[in-house]
């Protein structure tokens, strides 16, 4: 079987998918609370979500990591149709009115297929886009897309459930994965087996033993825990708050869900971080936004007022945790980035279990009236106390302000944003040249992108004539995503500095929201293929030397040698297999085409 080049239309079905996932996720959390707040109050409905949180907070960073050891798009299919047939499950059990710890017991593993998705959507993002800024644009469509999902999902669950046929709402969200599932069907296979990496779980116990011994970095990890816990007393409050203070019915406590989601989507639509400010401030006004509406809520007499109030939480909680996702990439050593984010999926499961377990004491103790205003006081309080041990990082988020200044100018990182483009300027580096230097060969296997910031660049084929990059020009943004062999080489004309993007940096960049295993095995599939070419770049060889050479399995090694040649990377001439340089997969354009080409990469 033939690897599948990336298509548009692999991306759009991947992005389709997702955008079924994201509304079935957050709209069935919703059915399950109303469900359960009708056969048991809101004590076990915050015990139904915490059972089915605290597992997937255990295990979904090595559920995630299933991606690097298994073709990673038939996994996300096979996961979304498994979801959809757990999702049938429940709904027989909650139109048979089933025993309450096997609906538990359904959640459970329903939530635990969940948790795979979002890391497995994101690792496949790299394989099924076409260029560099397709696959930035695509990161950041995902992004819109959850948040979007956080509103229309429990909207539509509140909406459908007015009647109180949950079984038939949970019934259509089966069918919306069946689709998901059918969208992720044949696309182009990656990852899996090509490489041994840390666990997922491994990753996340090695981090958190990292950030124990940093108190400031500690700090800001329960500030964000803070966030979470704040997020997950939202929906239990919701729910008793628009039965018993508004007297709505399921409609009603659904659209109070979704109102956070709202305020996230605004908030992330007009706040942008800009790489000279201090974040710690961004970090205690954001939470001190999301508390302060929970305090007035007890005077919101109105469906609207309420709304109104929980979509500014929502847009405070937005911008605490865009400002702590900064911070932490800004401050966190690159070798241990990684194991930070390995653990971030796991914490906000945590987060949000604590937050919904306080729900039914709140209400229980203080009415559903006032069972915001703890807390909101508690989040004020602790914000403020947290804030001044986690000053000290603003000083050691130093980022050279000029390498973001220089990757904005590029068109399509620009359109990265500014906090993924801090995280990209970490691990970038200037370098001077002097004249004559040679940065890369024809040929050669190089996963960097080289930015011109001052000086001149010249591009050469042997076939063709050369071509000149001056200031603001940058060569090969291919580089950043697939390992394929330079189609020019590239020459110093003067005395230049050139700014060098590599590949790993970047992935990490348009990457870094997803947990677990989505930051392990990056591109294990190109990784093989870069092993095979740059081994026979070094000298020709039969299938036979080729696969004693590289310790590879004569199976493997045909089906792989076939696509190669299929693609034109590889030639066979007499039984030895030699590289063909010059000739680009996933492209049209020849070389030099490419090189004068816009950021957008041609249909």
């Known amino acids: 079987m033939q690897t599948l080049a990336p298509s548009r239309a692999h991306l759009i079905r991947t992005l389709a998918a997702f955008a079924l996932f994201t509304t079935v996720d957050y709209g069935y959390w919703a059915v399950l609370l109303l469900y359960m707040f009708g056969r048991g109050g809101a004590g076990l409905a915050s015990a139904t979500l915490i059972a089915q949180m605290v597992p997937a907070a255990i295990l979904a960073p090595a559920l995630g990591s299933l991606g690097d050891r298994f073709p990673r798009g038939r996994v996300l299919s096979l996961t979304y149709g498994l979801e959809a047939v757990l999702m049938l499950a429940l709904a027989w059990s909650i139109a048979t009115t089933a025993a309450v710890p096997l609906v538990v017991g359904l959640a459970m593993v329903l939530n ?63 069918a919306a994965l069946v689709l998901a599932s059918a969208c992720t069907m044949r696309l182009p296979d990656s990852g899996g087996g090509t490489h041994e990496q840390e666990g997922g779980l491994r990753q996340a116990i090695s981090g958190i033993s990292a950030i124990t011994k940093d108190r400031p970095l500690l700090v800001l990890v329960l500030l964000l825990l803070l966030v979470c816990v704040t997020s997950g007393s939202l929906e239990i409050l919701a729910t008793s708050f628009a039965t018993d203070v508004l007297n709505g019915d399921e409609a009603t406590a659904g659209l109070l869900m979704g109102a956070s989601g709202i305020g996230a989507f605004i908030g992330a639509g007009i706040f942008g971080l800009r790489s000279h400010q201090r974040l710690t401030p961004a970090i205690a006004i954001g939470l001190t936004i999301a508390g302060i509406p929970l305090i007035v809520m007890a005077a919101a007499g109105h469906v609207i007022t309420a709304v109104v109030l929980l979509a500014i939480t929502g847009s ?18 690159t070798n241990l980035l990684t194991r930070v984010f390995a653990i971030e999926f796991s914490a906000l499961l945590i987060g949000w279990a604590i937050g919904t377990a306080l729900g039914p004491f709140l209400i229980d103790g203080v009415g559903a009236s006032r069972a915001y205003l703890p807390i909101g006081v508690a989040s004020l309080i602790l914000t403020w106390l947290g804030w001044r041990y986690v000053r000290p990082l603003d000083a050691r ?97 003067t005395n230049a500095r050139v700014l060098v993007v590599p590949r790993s940096a970047f992935l990490a960049a348009v990457r870094g929201r997803s947990g677990g295993g989505a930051f392990a095995g990056l591109l294990s599939e190109d990784e093989l293929e870069a092993r095979v070419i740059a081994s026979l770049t070094r000298s020709p060889a039969t299938a036979e030397s080729l696969e004693h050479r590289l ?53």
């Open 112 to 174: 635990l297929a969940a948790s795979t998705c979002e890391p497995l959507h994101f690792s496949i993002l790299p394989q099924v886009s076409e260029s560099p800024a397709q696959l930035v644009r695509a990161n950041s469509l995902s992004n819109q897309l959850d948040s979007i999902g956080i509103f229309i999902g429990p909207v539509i669950a509140g909406s459908l459930s007015a009647g109180g046929h949950f079984e038939l709402v949970v019934a259509i969200f089966a």
């Open 316 to 333: 405070g909680i937005s911008l605490a945790r865009t400002a702590i996702s900064s911070l932490t990439q800004r401050t966190t050593s």
């Open 397 to 493: 988020s130093v980022i050279d302000s000029t390498i973001v200044d220089a990757l904005s100018e590029v068109g399509f990182l620009a359109a990265m944003g500014s906090q993924n483009l801090e995280l990209l300027a970490r691990g970038c580096r200037w370098r001077d040249v002097a004249t004559g230097t040679v940065l890369c060969s024809e040929g050669s296997y190089v996963d960097d992108l080289f930015v011109v910031a001052s000086g001149e660049l010249r591009a050469t084929t042997p076939e063709g004539p050369s071509l000149t990059l001056a200031t603001g020009s940058w060569f090969e943004e291919d580089a950043l995503l697939h390992t394929v062999p330079r189609s020019a080489t590239l020459t110093a004309v």
């Open 551 to 603: 310790g590879l399995e004569s199976g493997s090694l045909g089906i792989l040698l076939a696509t190669l040649c299929d693609a034109g990377e590889l030639r066979l001439i007499d039984g030895v297999y030699q590289p063909a340089f010059g000739i680009r997969r996933h492209s049209s354009l020849d070389a030099l085409d490419r090189l004068t080409a816009d950021d957008e990469t041609p249909d």
